[in-house]
Nanobody
Framework: QVQLVESGGGLVQAGGSLRLSCVAS????????MGWYRQGPGKQRELVAT???????IIDDSLKGRFTISRENAKNTVYLQMNSLLPEDTGVYYC???????????WGQGTQVTVSS
């Protein structure tokens, strides 16, 4: 079992920045891929970015240059730095993590990001 707690969401003006954090806890020896997905109003959940334990990154092409993902393995934590935010970045951002020897993905409760124009 993996519990994920996100933080760092909030209300920001267009052009601003936010940094999301997600801390994992529970009964696992190590974590494999961790990352972020988001769900905008009336939209399906979509990939933002994921990062492997070794630092291999998958990020949505449209977000490259504005969003950066990173992690601290020793802290079981993944971060999402979001710069130059746009109103269309508004949504609930969900953290995900997969234990090292599992095929199951675990999800956090989500943190709201609202970008005003």
């Amino acid at each position: 079992q993996v519990q994920l707690v996100e933080s760092g969401g909030g209300l920001v003006q267009a052009g601003g920045s936010l940094r999301l954090s997600c801390v994992a806890s529970g009964s696992f020896s190590s974590l494999g891929r961790m990352g972020w997905y988001r769900q905008g109003p009336g939209k399906q959940r979509e990939l933002v970015a994921t990062i492997s334990r070794g630092g291999d990154i998958i990020i949505d092409d449209s977000l490259k240059g504005r969003f950066t993902i990173s992690r601290e393995n020793a802290k079981n934590t993944v971060y999402l730095q979001m710069n130059s935010l746009l109103p269309e970045d508004t949504g609930v951002y969900y953290c995900m993590a997969r234990p090292g020897n599992s095929r199951d993905d675990y999800w956090g409760q989500g943190t709201q990001v609202t970008v005003s124009s």
